[in-house]
């Protein structure tokens, strides 16, 4: 069984949280130059603390089965390899399956996160990412309010239930 030594928070540098990102840059939508949320909220704070504690090694728990992106780059560059930042940066599981994954997890008695199964997802991520084919429907599902106000702020389409509560039935008199 994992025992770990030491855990480390990371927050978003300089005040930067989803919609400052998606105001400033757009909402992340899979392509190129899109992710500056990953950046912005994971990436940047993920190497600050790296570059204090003077990490030399990054462990991942990625696979090639979770994107096409996931698979070239890890086909493209190996299991491990040497970043631009000097660490080497290592893919343990990168070629596991998924049952690979859930059997090594119970073997080794390693606590699941219950939003697994809360929100009946294989995938955790971001909540509001909006870089995947089927983000609408997961968010919708996951938290349906943060749904309605990415939909009303960034695609001007506000929900029918918006007109359909019992404030829209009401029959104003005008006189």
């Known amino acids: ?7 480390f928070e990371t927050l978003p540098l300089n005040g930067w949280n989803f919609f400052k990102i998606a105001d400033k840059y757009g909402l992340p939508d899979g392509k190129k130059k899109s992710d ?28 090639v089965l979770e994107s096409w992106n996931r698979m070239f780059h890890i086909c493209e560059r190996g299991t491990s390899y040497l970043t631009t930042r000097g660490t080497v940066k290592v893919h343990p599981i990168a070629y596991w399956t998924e049952q690979d994954v859930y059997r090594y997890i119970e073997e080794n008695e390693i606590p699941l996160n ?9 995938r955790l991520g971001c909540v509001p990412c909006t870089s995947y084919k089927t983000w609408r429907e997961q968010l919708a599902r996951m938290d349906p309010k943060l749904y309605a106000i990415i939909s009303e702020r960034y695609f001007n389409q506000p929900l029918l239930n918006r007109f359909t509560g019992p404030q829209s039935l009401e029959t104003k008199v005008i006189e």
């Open 1 to 7: 069984m994992f025992e770990f030594l030491w855990t």
């Open 36 to 63: 500056r949320c990953c950046d912005y909220l994971k990436l940047k704070p993920t190497q600050k603390i790296a570059k204090e504690q003077k990490w030399e090694i990054e462990f991942t728990g990625i696979t």
């Open 114 to 122: 219950p939003a697994y199964s809360k929100y009946k997802v294989k």
